[in-house]
């Protein structure tokens, strides 16, 4: 059914992209159609006047915490690594944007200034004044902190009014609904719960960091085209944590 809702209940939002989301159906890297698919969905809610940017993860090209086990690196290597593989995720994410006329810039927390600038928040506020999307990648340039956590402090830095995360799944269950038919949806959630509950949807420090800026969350089925889009506009998917 079609939404009679036209008008966006947020000004300004953070979209959550893990590495995974643009697998497609591959087993590895990046998916083109994916990215455009993303890139589209975007567009679809920058059109309506909201500010949009994003944070994505590295998990298909890299996984920090997982390769330094079975590499035998270094955690802090691994981790760096990791957010490197974000840079190559944020550059694929920009180019799908741009070749549907969206302007969009990437702003890196480690320095490399041949291919993104410097992430500077003063400039990343004007970036979103100007109407462009903004794509922050190498997590929060420090080892030991997941993307998600960026996404949280990223989300604070430039005002955004809600995160939206992204996943495989069409919100928070009580157990994991792949693997277990009988898991239930969770459809609104208060962060001490998600502590108390050590319900793993995100990291603990991003959620304490949220609970403690008042920043609410909505995790929500990216499969689903036109999802992002209805979050915007206040439809009652996925599950709401705040």
Same mark, same amino acid.
């Given at each position: /059914?079609?939404?009679?809702? +036209?008008?966006?209940? $947020?000004?300004?939002?953070?979209?959550?992209?893990?590495?995974?989301?643009?697998?497609? !159906?591959?087993?590895?890297?990046?998916?083109?159609?994916?990215?455009?698919?993303?890139?589209?969905?975007?567009?679809? &809610?920058?059109?309506?006047? *909201?500010? #949009?940017?994003?944070?994505?993860?590295?998990?298909?090209?890299?996984? =920090?915490? &997982?390769?330094?086990?079975?590499?035998? %690196?270094?955690?802090?290597?691994?981790? $760096?690594?990791?957010?490197?593989?974000?840079?190559? !995720? =944020?550059?694929? %994410?920009?180019?799908?944007?741009?070749?549907?006329?969206?302007?969009?810039? *990437?702003?890196?927390?480690?320095?490399?200034?041949?291919?993104?600038?410097?992430? @500077?928040?003063?400039?990343?506020?004007?970036?979103?004044?100007?109407?462009?999307? *903004?794509?922050? &990648?190498?997590?929060?340039?420090?080892? $030991?902190?997941? +993307?998600?956590?960026?996404?949280?402090?990223?989300?604070?830095?430039? !005002?955004?009014?809600?995160?939206?995360?992204?996943?495989?799944?069409? =919100?928070?269950?009580?157990?994991?609904?792949?693997?277990?038919?009988?898991?239930?949806?969770?459809?609104?959630?208060?962060?001490?719960?998600?502590?108390?509950?050590?319900?793993?949807?995100?990291?603990?420090?991003?959620?304490? %960091?949220? /609970?403690? !800026?008042?920043?609410? @969350? #909505?995790?929500?089925?990216?499969?689903?085209?036109?999802?992002?889009?209805?979050? &915007?506009?206040?439809?009652? @998917? =996925? +599950?709401?944590?705040?």
């Amino acid at each position: /059914m079609t939404s009679s809702k +036209t008008k966006p209940v $947020y000004k300004r939002i953070l979209l959550k992209l893990s590495g995974e989301a643009l697998l497609g !159906n591959q087993e590895h890297g990046i998916d083109a159609e994916t990215c455009a698919s993303f890139a589209e969905q975007i567009k679809e &809610v920058h059109s309506l006047g *909201v500010d #949009v940017a994003l944070v994505v993860g590295g998990g298909n090209i890299f996984r =920090g915490q &997982v390769e330094s086990k079975r590499f035998g %690196l270094d955690r802090s290597v691994a981790d $760096y690594m990791g957010m490197l593989a974000t840079v190559l !995720n =944020g550059l694929a %994410l920009q180019n799908a944007l741009e070749q549907i006329g969206l302007p969009t810039r *990437v702003m890196t927390a480690i320095s490399m200034s041949a291919i993104a600038e410097p992430y @500077i928040r003063r400039r990343a506020l004007r970036h979103l004044e100007k109407r462009r999307v *903004v794509i922050f &990648v190498a997590g929060t340039g420090n080892p $030991y902190f997941t +993307t998600d956590t960026a996404a949280a402090l990223r989300a604070k830095e430039i !005002n955004a009014d809600i995160i939206l995360k992204a996943t495989k799944v069409d =919100g928070v269950y009580t157990d994991d609904p792949l693997r277990n038919s009988s898991a239930k949806k969770f459809k609104n959630l208060k962060f001490i719960d998600v502590l108390k509950k050590n319900l793993r949807f995100m990291d603990s420090t991003a959620i304490s %960091l949220c /609970m403690e !800026n008042d920043l609410p @969350i #909505v995790i929500f089925n990216l499969a689903q085209k036109g999802n992002i889009k209805k979050v &915007v506009l206040g439809e009652k @998917i =996925g +599950t709401v944590i705040q």
